[in-house]
Structure formats: structure tokens, C-alpha cells
């Protein structure tokens, strides 16, 4: 009998000692909040969770420091760039250097934009800094929702959901996120459009091996998930880049094979919204425009080669990627765009359920 | 005396030797598994405990051999172990370990603070033990053993706003896993009280098929190998050990849903010195530490910057205690 109370002793000990008490708590801003309903969350919390890293663990980049496209030798012509235009202020942000960072708080010619980027779900969002409730830069939560970042904003630690666009826990929940549209495409058809533009440093601050991507072979693996999505929704291979254009809660998903035809000129409608959707397979872009000039005329797009230029109509105006008139009557002018964003369908079928695909 | 000096060098090999088993997941420290496996070599129908504390602290970020120039983030891993075991006869010994943990990560970025814990009971081993020589003529002493590590500790828990925590922040790992042990020992001729010594271990993981609700999470596999020296001295009428171990440890890559997770899996080698007190012939307290001195991570990862343990052994002859109790 002693013998037995012998043994069983550490399991007595572990019985009295066993109980549990988990917490997680921050000294400083961005420890967000639970509300009531389902517990402060627009989303299922149950479906919200910690990736791993931690709360700023990975670590979101603020006053950037950029080179020229020159100086640019840690790029190599197949890796992503994400960019933005402002004016003549044109500037790429390198996959690179976002897969360890994600978020970069960056001021283009008065633009407070926060670049945003997933590196699960591959999309990126170009959010203005400029909340109701002032300034803000955004950090990483730490936190996912269907593989997708959810970003902090630090003036109200509220967070916020990547692909719904707003906000969904905290003091500004359902507000909607304001968008600078970006463009994504090749490093090596970036410098070719765009030689004189700046380009993210890798002088962070942060010690990275840029050079390296940190997520093995999660980029062109389809049976790759860290986290699980849901809907997972098989009509396209998960990690097939696509453009999705989002309007009013719905997702329309273009993909780069449907630009082998009709001059890589896609005209379509979309919630009452006449658009195209061009683009190139070799040169690795896709983009949308509103089907329509700045002055109101309907245009007929071509496709154009001249190495800044993306396109041409009938008037002799050239527009590059960002819809900017580099030459023609109406140079310097911008051609409007819906809100479209570039990333791996897994994301998009997960957010947008029944997504229409053209 | 000889025979004393030599006894007393064996039971007090195998605390010191202990096994600091983590599987790393994205980053960090994972759950310790079959840590301090292999309670001392003892007499039949002896009844053993030990007890320890284990501090893992891991805030060196590595991408590949190479240390970066960062230290925002830190996980640590307190472990409560407990572990009781019998010795049947001669050849047959077997051992429960159980395990309390508390795993927090902190990170310090940006002039803030940011902490999260979890803890809980941990996972449960049991290990059956033979032993394939004990010559007492050669001194030399091989034993083998295998058992299941049980899936006792949580896995599914969460923080304090019931945000899921992922498989590296756990306190158990969820999966029912096979672990094989072999250590091996040599007492010198010269001299009793000096043993060289080997171990290894071999951790066959199993699937959590409940990891976050739906997914199939499975560590890696774990290869550790020990190879070191021990030796022993009294002054006054204290025994005292010391040791000096090389420790080798390979993490396979973990899976998640059959899939290989980025940033998991390695190699390491530690330097572990040790230093054991022996009160009485039945009792041992013991202090040991890892020093990595060389590791390869996957991708990047949090490695280990130093882990201590201390801990306390006793046993007692079940013979007598059942004499005792017919007396009684």
C-alpha cells in the first residue's frame, strides 16, 4: 500500500497544482480591448488567433528610409514590389522587406500612408494614417483572422481586419478603413516603368536577413496553410495571385490568365461600375481602372510598350500603372480606380465568399 | 569505500544527464517533453523521486547559424517536473514523469511591454527500463527503455481574452507520442568515482488532430545525443559531484496538416556543466546548465540563450519500508 502512495504522489502534487490561470496584458499602448456581444468582435473571436510572435513582435517599420532604384542590389527582377504614386513622389515597397515587417508607416508628399502586408494571405492595402480621431501609425497585432493580419491602430489600440477593411474590435469598430490604391508587380518591371523612383531600404533599424523569404516553400505550396481559412474555397489553387476588386462588402477575382486575350484588355462591369483590367503575364502586373477619362469622355484602351506607359486611347494620352497620364492632352491627370487589391485567392475566397470570378 | 564512492557516482549520473528536450515552433520553446528522463541506476525494489525546476530562457533570434542583432523578444519556459520510479529487479526499472509548465513570451518593442503566459499541467511520460549490462567487473552500465509520452497537458489554451494561442505557447503538445532511451556508462579503474557516459533519445511525435479547433499539428521529430564525464570528490563529509556534458539535439521540422511549418526544426549543441551535493546515500540535489554552443535553426527562430536546472533526488529501499510496515 505504501508503495503505491509512493508512486502515486507526484500525481497527488500535480492534481493540487494543476490548476490554470493564462494572461496576456501590455504596459503601453496597442493591448486593444474585449467588449460585450461576442466579446468586442465584429469577427468570430474563436476564429481570431495568436500567430505566434506576439503583439509587435513583428516588428511594423515607421519613417522608412529609402535608395534609389540603382541602388537597389538587394532585389533581384522576379521579387515582388508593392507602390504607391503620389504626384512625381513614386515609391516601392519590397516584399522583402515587408515579409518581416508587414506594415510600413510612410508620409508620400503629405499621403499618411500605412502600407499593410500580408504575407499568409499576400495581399497588400494601402490605409490612410488620418483616423477621425487624428494622426496614427498601425502595428502588428500579433493576432490573424482566416490567416490574414489584423493590424493595431496605435492612437486607439482598436484592431482591425486586413481584408474586411475596418475595423473590428475596439473603440472603433466598424470603422471602415480609408484606401490609397497600391499597385504590386516585378521588381524587374518596376525599374523598367519606373527608374526614378524610391525604393524601401533595408537600413530598418531591425537586424533581418532580407535576402531570405522567412515562410519555406508557403508562396508556391497550394497544400501550405499555417492557419486555416474558411470558407476554404477550391475553384482557384490557393496561392494563385489574383486580382480581387471590392465594392460594397463583394469581391470580383480576375486572374492573370484571362489577360491572354482580347489585348490584355478586360472591360467588365462590376456593381453597376464600368472597368478594365489590364495588365501583363510577362511583366507580372495587373491593375483596374473605371472605365472612364478624368474629363468624362469613354475611353478605348490599348495596350501600350513604351516601358513607362501601360496604356493608350484614342485622345494620344499614355497612362502608366497607376493611371497617370505621362503624355497626351491629359498628362499629369489620373485615371480613377476601383478599390482593387492584389493576393493569393485563398484570401479572397475565405473573405468574399462566393466570390465572382471572371 | 571504493564500492560506496562507486555506488553513489551512479545514482547521481542520470540527474545531472537529464534530457532538455524542447521542440521549437515557430520561434520558441515548445513543450518540453522528455526532459530529465532517467532516473538513477539503483538497487531492486527501490523507490525513487526527484523533483526540479527547469528554466529555459530563449532570446537569442538566429536565421540559420547566424545571431541577430535583436533581443525584443523573449520566451521563457518554467517546468515543474516530478517524476517517481520503481526498480522492479535487477534488469527491469520503470518511471512516471509528469510535468507542470508555464510558458511566457515577452516582448519589449516600441517602449512597450508585452506579455502573454499560459500554464497548466504539462505532458506525461511513462518509461519502462531495461538494463542490457551491469557488469560490475568491466563497470560498465547499459540500459535501455521506451514508453508513451501522454497527452495530459492542455493544448487548446487560450489568453486572458480568450484569443487561441498557437502550439508554441502550450503546455502540452496534444499528441500521444514514442520515445526511445539508451544511455550507456563506464566507471574508470583508476579511479571508481570518474564515469564517462552516453545517452541518447528518440522522440517519435505524434498528430494533435485537434490543434486550433480543425488542424492537424505534429512536431517534429528529436533526435538527442549526450556524451560527458562525471567524476566526484568529498570534502569533510560531503559528497560532491561534477560533470561536464556535450549535448547534441536535431528538431525535425514540425507539420501542420501534413505540411512542413516554417521556421521549426534544427540543430544545436550545448555545453552542460553540472554539480551535484549528496546530503545522504538516498538524496541528491543537482544543478546543471545548457550553454549553446552552436546552433542552425530553420528560416529564423528564437534559440535557446541559457537553460538552468536544479533539482532533488531521494529514494528509499521499498524492501525495508515494507518490513517496517508488518512490524507495525
Known sequence: ?358 | MGNIVLKMAMTSLIPVFSINAYTQSCCSGGVPISNNLGLPVSDSKTIQFAVSYDLNILNTLKDGSFKLDDNARRRLTHSILFQSGYVIDKKWSTELFLSWIRQERVIKQFGNTNKTTAQGLGDAVILVKYKLLAGNTKHINWLIGAGPKIPTGSSDERDKNLIALNADLQPGSGSWDVITWTQISKNSKARPSLTYSGMASFSLKGKNKKYLGSQVYQFGNELITIAGIADQFVTGKVLWGASLQAMYRHAFQDKNDGEKTPGTGGHWVFIKPGLTVKPSGKSAINISANLPAYSWVRDTQLSPTVRLNVGFYYEVSAKKSFQTSLKN
Open chain 1, 1 to 358: 500500500m505504501k508503495l503505491i502512495c509512493y508512486l502515486l504522489l507526484p500525481l497527488f502534487v500535480f492534481v493540487i497544482g494543476g490548476c490554470k490561470k493564462n494572461s496576456s496584458g501590455n504596459t503601453g499602448p496597442g493591448s486593444g480591448n474585449v467588449g460585450s456581444g461576442n466579446n468586442g468582435w465584429l469577427i468570430p473571436r474563436d476564429r481570431v488567433v495568436d500567430g505566434g510572435p506576439g503583439k509587435d513582435g513583428i516588428p511594423a517599420l515607421s519613417n522608412p528610409a529609402f535608395i534609389n532604384v540603382s541602388q537597389a542590389t538587394y532585389l533581384l527582377d522576379n521579387d515582388l514590389v508593392i507602390g504607391y504614386r503620389k504626384g512625381n513622389d513614386i515609391r516601392a515597397y519590397s516584399h522583402n522587406v515587408l515579409n518581416w515587417h508587414e506594415i510600413v508607416n510612410d508620409d508620400v508628399s503629405g499621403d499618411k500612408l500605412a502600407v499593410i502586408y500580408c504575407p499568409l494571405t499576400g495581399t497588400a492595402t494601402g490605409w490612410n494614417r488620418m483616423l477621425a480621431a487624428g494622426e496614427t501609425t498601425f502595428g502588428v497585432s500579433g493576432l490573424l483572422y482566416n490567416a490574414n493580419v489584423i493590424p493595431y491602430d496605435r492612437k486607439t489600440n482598436s484592431n482591425w481586419s486586413q481584408l474586411l477593411l475596418k475595423s473590428v474590435n475596439g473603440s472603433l469598430s466598424e470603422t471602415e478603413a480609408t484606401n490609397f490604391q497600391l499597385i504590386e508587380t516585378s521588381w524587374k518591371t518596376w525599374k523598367e516603368m519606373f527608374p526614378n523612383s524610391k525604393v524601401l531600404s533595408t537600413s530598418t533599424g531591425f537586424s533581418r536577413n532580407y535576402g531570405a523569404y522567412p515562410y519555406g516553400d508557403y508562396k508556391t505550396n497550394d497544400n501550405a496553410l499555417v492557419f486555416n481559412i474558411e470558407p476554404d474555397d477550391n475553384r482557384i489553387p490557393r496561392k494563385e495571385r489574383v486580382l480581387g476588386i471590392i465594392k460594397n462588402g463583394k469581391a470580383k477575382i480576375y486572374r492573370f490568365s484571362s489577360l491572354t486575350t482580347n489585348n490584355r484588355i478586360i472591360q467588365d462591369v462590376f456593381k453597376d461600375e464600368s472597368l478594365i483590367v489590364t495588365g501583363d503575364v510577362q511583366k507580372n502586373i495587373m491593375v483596374a481602372f473605371k472605365n472612364k477619362l478624368p474629363d468624362g469622355s469613354i475611353p478605348n484602351f490599348t495596350t501600350d510598350n513604351t516601358g513607362t506607359g501601360l496604356l493608350k486611347d484614342q485622345f494620344g494620352n499614355i497612362w502608366d500603372a497607376f493611371g497617370a497620364a505621362v503624355s497626351g492632352p491629359l498628362a499629369g491627370q489620373k485615371l480613377q480606380s476601383p478599390l482593387f487589391i492584389m493576393g493569393y485567392w485563398m484570401g479572397f475566397g475565405a473573405f468574399y465568399p462566393n466570390a465572382e470570378i471572371f
